[in-house]
Each structure stands twice: as C-alpha cells, then as structure tokens.
C-alpha cells in the first residue's frame, strides 16, 4: 500500500528578476516591478509531498521528523538570504518560482531515504502564487481569483416541488450568493528567458473578462450557460474551464473551485 505523506515548511528569502540578454526596456516591459535593482522579497510556503509504502513495523512512509530534518537541512541555504546572491542556483537563470521549485525538487530528491520518493513540490511565492513541480520536462504555475455572485439552485427538468425537495435553501427563489475562489492550474515548460510557464500578467489577463462577466452577477439569470443547467458548483466549475480552456488552450490543466471554504470541486485534464 502506497501512501502520500505532505509536510509544510516556510522560508523567507529576497530575490530580483532580471534578464543580462535583454535590454533594460525589455526587462521591465516582462519583469515589471520584480525588476527593482535592490530586490524584494518573500514568504515562501514550500509544500513537501512524498510517496512510498508503508512500512509494516513503524507504520509510516517516512519518519515526519526525519523529512524535516532533511527538508530544513536543504532550506538553510534558502532562508533569510537573496535567492540570486547568496545562492549559487540562479547566476543563469530567473529566480522564479517555478525555477525555485526546481532547484529545490534536485535538492531534497536525493536526499529521501530508499523506498521513498518524492512526488510532487508545491512553492508558494505568496499565499495566492504558486508553482508544482513532479520532477518531468514541464512545471505547473497557478494562482487564485474569486468573484462575489449569486445564484439560485433550480433544475428546467424537474417540477417546483421537486426542485424544493431536492435543492431545500438553495432552491430560495430569490436567490442567495457566495464568494467564489478559484484556483488555475497551468502546464507547460519553463521558458529559459523567463524561467516562467506563464508570465503572470498573461494569466490575469486571460482570467480577467471572465471575472468581469461573472463578479457582482446572477449567474442563472444573467449568464445564459446558467438559463439552461442549474448553477451547481459542478457547472460553474464546467463553466470556468470551457471559458479558460479557450483562453488558454492546452496549457490548462486544472481548476479548483471553492463555492464556499467548506465546499470544494476540481475538474482537470489530470491532477496538478
Ligand atoms: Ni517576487
């Protein structure tokens, strides 16, 4: 029986953008702010996920204490410094997040104990940026959006009673409302010029007239997939990608939805 084991750690570190190849126009037109000759900085949240059997006699894939000792070892190096000074990794290459994740999986891969391997790195650059890498050709970037809407569960099939009895307070005629978040997941592989999937400003740019269409709406009234289908979060999310897929093509790759905190749906070409 094989088992995923996740384990959270934290760093904060500086770090600065900047492309010795482009000129100082270029730069800034692609790097924005994050050009700042001085640096900026993070709190990076580094998610570990491990997999591998469980052991018969400890019942564990890997001692949790053991992972952090390994883990912070590697973070050290990381930690209250500046990512492109103080570190050796990023003299060719841009700090990213999604070159940081990198650097880190070549890091703690070797160090894991046999029999344990690990599976995927989640970097958090903030606590709505983040990168995953599963050690392949290409990485993952995402980030979170919401939107504040309302709606009403109602099903154009079933009669009104129906419709009470299955949907009960959703089914409110006039409506109730969530502030929806949602998490975009995209692939690809990261652009050496950039050390980006997806330059940040592109993202939003694709996510952007989809928030406009839907924020401080009704979804079933104002929004015509939701005349046709009952705005469950299944179809929101459904909605989201057909949007976003055209968009964004095949470098969509995951979506998560949370109708509230407690209610949460993804659909995906495969898991991030
Ligand atoms: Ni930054």
Known sequence: MEVLTSKRFEF????????????AERNIEVFGKCTNSHGHGHNYVLEVTVAGAVDPVTGMVINVSELKRIVGRVLEG?????????TPYFRDCQPTTENIVQVLWSLIAPELPAGVRLHR??????????????GGATANFGRNYQFSAAHRLDSPQL????????YGKCNNLKGH???????????????RETGMVI???????????????????HLDLQHAFFVERPSTAEHVV????????????????WIKLWETPNNIFEYGVHEP
């Open 12 to 23: 904060s570190a500086a770090h600065r953008y900047w492309n010795p190849e482009w000129s």
């Open 78 to 86: 990381f930690d209250h410094k500046h990512l492109n000074e103080d």
């Open 121 to 134: 790195l989640r970097l958090y650059e903030t606590a709505d940026i983040f990168a995953d890498f599963y």
């Open 159 to 166: 009669s009104p009673a129906e419709n009470t009895e299955l």
């Open 177 to 191: 409302g969530h502030d929806y978040r949602f998490e975009v997941t995209v692939e690809g592989p990261v652009e």
């Open 199 to 217: 330059n940040l400003v592109e993202l939003d740019a694709a996510v952007r007239p989809l928030l406009d269409e839907l924020d401080h709406t």
């Open 238 to 253: 459904a909605y989201l990608w057909q949007r976003l897929a055209a968009a964004l093509g095949l470098r969509l790759r």
